[in-house]
């Protein structure tokens, strides 16, 4: 009996096959980051051989060979990391990864498998239970991620979902759960994100939360509040959260459940007042509180909510599920994210039945978003990170300039490229408000199909370089599916000269007034980042050198190019930093500044590059390392981890080589990498280093031998060439 991850075009699902002979995993793990070692444990035991090439044959097959020691072994590091982290790679020619982290998805899942009665296997529900008991925290709770404090969001969800599994209340563990919730005032201190799901489950009357006034839907698209120039994935969020709360959908009354409401209050279910209660949230889950624009305007609506008119409902409901089902075909089902995916399941459900030809569809993409460590079966963030991840390995591997070493991974991963970019817009894009596709790429898969700016630019960038660099390319991604993408990354320009991450800034920053999940920052709308500008600059330089592309909106990219780089050097801070909003965090947002600039030929004795090489300069530690807090990211300032970490160093001296800064500083973070190296190639699971919205932090496991092994490229072709 074994679980076994089966890929097929990106698509990552874990089976439970019977018949199979288990590898020996390491199962358990208590209550840390995942090292994602299922997969791995299971990837090894077909790929890896331990590295085979010594010093003797570096000549014949054009390694460059140093006499000064510290080079050799950073020559022999990166060898031996690209020897183990090849094997990590999947036929399609993706690398898997483990993309958990937030302790709010899961639940979601579970509450909707409850109530439209679709069933996890035992297998998947043992995993499960696993996995939430392997992040409960000592006094009782969860976090919203795994590494947070214990917040009412983490904890009322993760409760209830075990009680649904399963568990029984007299459980220790439950106990415990429950004297957490007691102890904090009872589940209506939970913040609305978690109160839409008590509603659902029917452990909340639906007074309990402030109205999510369906009919904003049918106003003029001209005003400014108009949801659909709300961020993709907030609106997208909204929209099936909105027709749940237009259709008051609650699951069947059971004697679990009836168990249920009074176990999650301090006082008898009966007697309380939740229309009290719609704004009551712990202080533990306050980040991004209600604000009294929003206060007001939640008056107004939940007085309407005694007043409506039903056929202005129902006009609003048939316009969000209209909404729904174009969102649901349009991504195969997988929906952007899986927050959504769940409420659309659960609204699917209601209007079309459980047995519709929708809700099967659905039931069919429900597996690609779990996935399994040794920590147990979560629900991912996404349903996976399959190009990014992919397109960083391939540069990364690239920088070493051996890329004739690696010419099958290499292949395979182009192939990767070639089937995940997306070549057509959707249908009617703009009917709901979706921006062009065609020339894009996804962050994970083409069935997904949400191109993003971003992720385009490094499925462009790598592109060429594999055109240019691996032996026998294929060459299938043609120069007209350059040119889409192109124009892709053109098109998603922001008027400040910088990318949001899916489409134009839609909004003023000023709506972020009306956030109404008060544990996420910057929800609202979709702003211009700095790592997406710079990725964007960078694809957009590299397309320009093309000798055959060279004429192709010349005029045009020379002006964006030159808009994005203006964007970059104004939103530096006064330290001479970039705050990361999608990874942790200055050191990942400088990284990404300091590659826009000098691939723009900004010099590197420039004020700005100087002032940014300072910045790092003054964090590093003095084991040569860096390592970088969570809390950067949630507190906006810099803030060390106790410990250097990996995937931070590794960004410091990638800027610090980019920039051309001192070389000792450079060597002693090199050596930091190295002598971190496990003797298989690997590097151990260190912080979480993903973050979104401010507060919410996800795993990339692949990153601690991506980074690694760029930087040690980066360093051995720098002395190779000096
Ligand atoms: C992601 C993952 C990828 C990420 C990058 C491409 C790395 C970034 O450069 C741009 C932003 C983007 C696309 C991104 C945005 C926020 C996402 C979609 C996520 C972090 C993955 C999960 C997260 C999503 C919002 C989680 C669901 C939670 C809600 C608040 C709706």
Request: include cysteine; charge should be negative.
């Amino acid at each position: 009996m074994a679980w076994r991850l089966i890929c097929d075009r990106g698509q990552q699902v874990w089976k439970y096959l019977k018949n199979e002979n288990s590898t020996s995993i390491d199962f358990d793990k208590e209550n840390s980051n995942s090292a994602d070692k299922v997969y791995r444990a299971y990837a090894i035991q077909q790929n890896y051989k331990p590295l085979d090439i010594d010093e003797s044959q570096y000549e014949t097959l054009k390694i460059p060979i140093f006499k000064e020691e510290f080079s050799v072994s950073a020559v022999k590091s990166v060898l031996n990391a690209i020897n183990y982290y090849s094997s990590l790679q999947v036929e399609d020619g993706h690398w898997p990864g483990d993309y958990g982290g937030p302790m709010f998805l899961l639940p979601g899942a579970i509450i909707t498998a409850h109530v439209t009665k679709f069933y996890f296997t035992e297998e998947q529900k043992y995993q499960m239970i696993r996995y939430l008991f392997n992040h409960q925290l000592d006094d009782g709770g969860w976090g919203t991620h795994i590494e947070n404090k214990s917040t009412m969001f983490g904890t009322v969800l993760n409760y209830i979902s075990l009680r649904l599994l399963g568990i029984h209340f007299d459980d220790q563990r439950i106990q415990n759960a429950y004297n957490f919730i007691q102890r904090e005032g009872g589940a209506m201190y939970a913040p609305s994100w978690a109160k839409f799901w008590l509603c659902v489950l029917g452990v909340m009357p639906w007074e309990g939360i402030n109205s999510l006034f369906p009919e904003l839907w049918l106003l003029p698209e001209w005003l400014p509040v108009h949801p659909s120039r709300y961020w993709c994935h907030c609106r997208m969020v909204y929209v099936p959260m909105s027709y749940v709360y237009a259709e008051k959908i609650v699951g069947e009354t059971s004697s679990l459940i009836k168990e249920l409401q009074n176990e999650l209050y301090v006082d008898n279910y009966e007697n309380i007042d939740f229309t009290k209660h719609r704004n009551t949230i712990n202080s533990l889950d306050l980040y991004a509180p209600q604000t009294t624009l929003l206060k007001i305007l939640n008056f107004f609506t939940n007085a309407y909510e005694n007043i409506y008119n039903r056929q202005l409902r129902n006009k609003a409901s048939e316009f969000l599920i209209n909404y729904i089902e174009a969102e649901d075909e349009q991504t195969n089902y997988i929906d952007i994210g899986p927050v959504n995916k769940f409420i659309n399941m659960l609204s699917i459900w209601h209007s079309k039945g459980r047995q519709s030809k929708q809700f099967e569809l659905h039931l069919n993409r429900v597996n690609d978003y779990l996935w399994l460590s040794e920590d147990g079966m979560k629900v991912q963030g996404y349903n996976g990170s399959q190009l990014w991840d992919t397109a960083f390995s391939i540069q990364a591997i690239l920088e070493t300039g051996l890329a004739h070493l690696y010419n099958n991974c290499l292949n395979s991963a182009y192939n990767y490229l070639d089937i995940s970019q997306v070549l057509e817009d959707v249908k009617d894009y703009n009917k709901f408000y979706r921006h062009i596709s065609k020339g894009g790429w996804p962050f994970s898969t083409r069935d997904h199909g949400w191109p993003i700016t971003d992720c385009t630019a490094e499925g462009l960038k790598t592109t060429l370089l594999l055109h240019e660099q691996i032996f026998n390319c294929p060459r299938a991604i043609t120069s007209d599916r350059l040119e889409y993408a192109v124009d892709f990354i053109l098109s998603t320009q922001n008027k400040d000269g910088g990318w949001a991450s899916y489409e134009l800034q839609r909004s003023g920053s000023w709506i972020e007034y009306l956030n109404p999940a008060e544990v996420f920052n910057g929800i609202m709308v979709d702003y211009s980042y700095v790592e997406c500008t710079s990725a964007c600059v960078q694809s957009l330089c590299k397309f320009r050198l093309q000798i055959h592309c060279s004429n192709y909106r010349r005029k045009d990219i020379v002006v964006s190019i030159h808009r994005g780089i203006e964007f970059i050097k104004n939103s530096q801070r006064i330290d001479g930093s970039w705050y990361g909003s999608w990874a942790v965090c200055f050191t990942y947002g400088t990284w990404f500044a300091i590659e826009a600039l000098v691939t723009a030929g900004e010099s590197t004795k420039s004020k700005i590059i100087n002032e940014a090489v300072k910045f790092l300069l003054s964090k590093q530690n003095l084991d040569g390392g860096w390592g970088e807090s969570y809390l950067s990211c949630v507190y906006k300032s810099y803030i060390h981890h106790e410990q250097s970490q990996v995937t931070n160093t590794a960004w410091a001296v990638l800027s610090l080589m980019s920039a051309k800064a001192d070389s000792i500083a450079i060597q002693k973070g090199i050596r930091f990498i190295i002598n971190k190296q496990c003797s298989n190639g690997d590097w151990n699971q260190q912080g979480i280093s993903g973050v979104f919205n401010g507060n919410c932090m996800i795993s990339y496991t692949n990153y601690r031998n991506i980074f690694p092994i760029w930087a040690l490229g980066r360093f051995i072709k720098n002395n190779s060439t000096k």
